[in-house]
C-alpha cells in the first residue's frame, strides 16, 4: 500500500479549536461494534458522514459510563450543541470491520465541553484485550479517522448555561471523573 493521505474537514461557528490537547484528561472511553453494510457507499467504505454519527455515539456513551443519559440531560433543561467539528480522515472502515470509537474530553468548563476521537478498527486479538476505559498511548487497532468536536450547554431557549448551576450532579461528575477535580 502507497502512503495515506489525510483530508482535513472543519465546520466553524466562533472562534477556532485549540491546537493543543489538554493534559487534563489522558482517560479514552470505549464503544465498539461491527459496520453494518447500510453505512457504506458504493465503494464498499464506510461513507464519510458517518463518522459523525460515531463521533455522537463515543460522546453519549462516555456520558453513560459516567452515570448519565443524554435523555437525563435533557429532562433537566440542558442540551449540548456542536458548535465546532474536525474530522481527519486517514483509512477507510468496510462493510463488517469491527471498529471502536474512542472518545475523551480534552477540555471542560461550565460553559462549553472539548471531545477527542480516534476511530481504529480492531482484530481479534484487540477486541479480547479491550476495556471501557483505556489509558492515553493504550489504544488498540489500527487508527482510521481522528476528530474532535466543540459543545456549549444551552437551556430550552437555546441561551448558553452553565452547567454547574442547573445540573450541579452532572458538572461535578464531569469535574470529578475527567479532570481530577481540576477547574
Not at 482535513?8 to 459496520?35: C, D, H
Not at 468496510?94 to 478498527?121: A, G, K, N, Q
Not at 437555546?158 to 477547574?183: H, I
Request: with cysteine; hydrophobic share 35%; aromatic share 12%.
Amino acid at each position: 500500500m502507497g502512503e495515506q493521505s489525510s483530508i482535513a474537514f472543519s465546520i466553524t461557528w466562533g472562534e477556532r479549536m485549540p491546537n493543543t490537547v489538554s493534559e487534563l484528561s489522558k482517560q479514552w472511553y470505549t464503544t465498539s461494534f461491527r459496520v453494518r453494510y447500510q453505512e457504506t457507499d458504493q465503494m464498499g467504505v464506510v461513507y464519510h458522514a458517518n463518522y459523525l454519527n460515531w463521533f455522537e455515539i463515543g460522546r453519549t456513551e462516555m456520558i453513560r459510563e459516567l452515570g448519565f443519559t443524554y435523555r437525563e440531560m435533557e429532562e433537566e433543561g440542558v442540551l449540548l450543541p456542536v458548535i465546532d467539528l474536525n474530522i481527519q480522515y486517514g483509512a477507510p472502515a468496510h462493510y463488517d470491520d469491527h471498529v471502536t470509537v474512542y472518545t475523551r474530553m480534552i477540555d471542560f468548563s461550565p460553559l462549553r465541553i472539548y471531545y477527542e476521537y480516534e476511530v481504529r478498527r480492531l482484530t481479534g486479538d484487540d477486541q479480547n484485550s479491550l476495556t471501557a476505559v483505556v489509558e492515553e498511548g493504550n489504544l488498540s487497532g489500527e487508527r482510521l479517522v481522528t476528530g474532535s468536536s466543540r459543545h456549549v450547554w444551552v437551556n430550552k431557549d437555546w441561551r448558553p448555561t452553565r452547567l454547574d448551576k442547573c445540573v450541579p450532579k452532572l458538572y461535578d461528575a464531569l469535574r470529578t471523573s475527567l479532570l481530577g477535580g481540576k477547574e
